[in-house]
């Protein structure tokens, strides 16, 4: 089992900046890759960002690319989110993932082994 508890979030004016926050406990964090997914109200859950177990390799959404960073400290067993120039559209919960299979997280599939339990990000105009 892989526990993932989430911080960070809030509402922010738009252009300004936010990160996330994932602490995970349980099995070796470092064995997962780790993504970030996000729901809006009245929408699916949809793919944001995925990093692989090294944290070499990334994967971002068309949406977000250049303007969020994800990231994870293995020392720490903590994925993070930089979310920058953040946009109204950006709204959501997010929620934080886990898989031991990276080929998963990094097509996108809403499907992991493991959620976090989900934080409110609102941008206001």
């Known amino acids: 089992q892989v526990q993932l508890v989430q911080s960070g979030g809030g509402l922010v004016q738009a252009g300004g900046s936010l990160r996330l926050s994932c602490a995970a406990s349980g099995r070796t964090f470092s064995r997962y890759a780790m993504g970030w997914f996000r729901q809006a109200p009245g929408k699916e859950r949809e793919f944001v960002a995925a990093i692989n177990w090294t944290g070499y390799s990334t994967r971002y959404a068309d949406s977000v690319k250049g303007r969020f960073t994800i990231s994870r400290d293995n020392a720490k067993n903590t994925l993070y989110l930089q979310m920058n120039s953040l946009k109204p559209e950006d709204t959501a919960v997010y929620y934080c993932?886990?898989?031991?299979?990276?080929?998963?997280?990094?097509?996108?599939?809403?499907?992991?082994?493991?959620w976090g339990q989900g934080t409110q990000v609102t941008v206001s105009s």
């Open positions: 993932a886990a898989d031991a299979d990276y080929r998963n997280l990094f097509a996108g599939n809403p499907t992991p082994d493991y």
